[in-house]
């Protein structure tokens, strides 16, 4: 292990992310007494902090408010010995002992690296997108879908996550609109038949959505949709827009140290959250492009943990 026990920057297991993977790997981590330090940027608590209701996260039978739930994991860290810095980290070593990360604020180092940095759902950019993001826009039907029963609800997008969320959301929709800017579906052939056969499914060709009428108060109304060859515009009436483009993971700081998939998400060992660096841990959205829950990424935040903590062991034997 480094000879850095002086240095109050130098930690055993730093966390990157505040999510619930990187709260979970907080708590288990701080409870083996390795006192973590979790290193978040200005906006703590991941996309939790972007949802209103949850509804299926266990312990919470009347559901919780996504901030509130986030709160409580963090003062579940604090109380078992978590060090929070807010800092944004702009570069990252990973390669030399002690791993280095380097933020706007400070220099930390570290024996073990518990990444969780999360994906970031990407916009469309229409307006009023963002501002109606948990009043009827959402990222994730699993988690709002159930919202929207017997509602007219709208999905944007033409790949594979469009589509399965189309389908699952028709389970709620008393009607669906699957709104892609193009003519043909990026999805896989089975995701398309799915879709295509489903008669609650309409498919607006062509189309892309230009703004979502509605308030925080009445939630959405309607889509102002521009026709991407005609440039015509018309209004949608709907009572959700389901936004399913894609997700871009925050793996950014480790291009080139890390073993990435082709869409830059990190890849760790088949039985183990580790990466092909010895003591570097991926847990949450940042390494999972498939179930991205609340309650995945805390499993997966408890298994960087107690990977972590082996590790640090094992540099005893
Ligand atoms: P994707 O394949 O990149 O598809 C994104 C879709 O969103 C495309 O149809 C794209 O349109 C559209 N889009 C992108 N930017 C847009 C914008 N600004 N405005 C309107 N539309 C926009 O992303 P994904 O569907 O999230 O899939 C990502 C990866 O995960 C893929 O490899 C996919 O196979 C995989 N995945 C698999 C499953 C599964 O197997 N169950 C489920 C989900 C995802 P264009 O087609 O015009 O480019």
Known sequence: ??????????????????????????????????????IHGPLAGGQLTTTTDVENFPGFPEGI???????LMEK???????TIAVDTIVKADVTQRPIQLV?????YTCDSLIISTGAAPKYIGAQNERELLGYGVSTCATCDGAFFRNKIITVVGGGDSACEEASFLTRFASKLYLIHRRDSLRA????????????????????????????????????????????????LPADALFVAIGHT??????????????????LHKADSPETNVPGVFVSGDVQDHVFRQAITAAGSGCQAAIGAERYLESLHE
């Open 1 to 38: 292990m480094s000879d850095s026990t002086n240095n109050p920057n130098h930690h055993k297991v730093i966390i990157l992310g505040s999510g619930p993977a990187g709260l979970t790997a907080a708590i288990y981590t701080a409870r083996a007494s390795l006192n973590p330090l979790l």
């Open 188 to 235: 896989s052939k089975i995701m398309q038949d799915r879709v295509l056969s489903n008669p609650k499914i309409e498919v607006l060709w062509n189309k892309g959505v230009v703004a979502v009428e509605g308030s925080k108060k009445d939630g959405v109304t309607a889509l102002v949709l521009e026709d991407t060859k005609t440039k015509e515009r018309s209004t």
């Open 103 to 107: 933020g706007q604020s400070g220099t």
């Open 76 to 82: 579940q860290a604090v109380r078992f010995g978590t």
């Open 249 to 266: 993971p925050n793996s950014h700081l480790f291009k080139g140290q890390l073993e990435m998939d082709e869409n830059g998400y990190l």
């Open 65 to 71: 408010m996504g901030p509130e739930l986030m709160q």
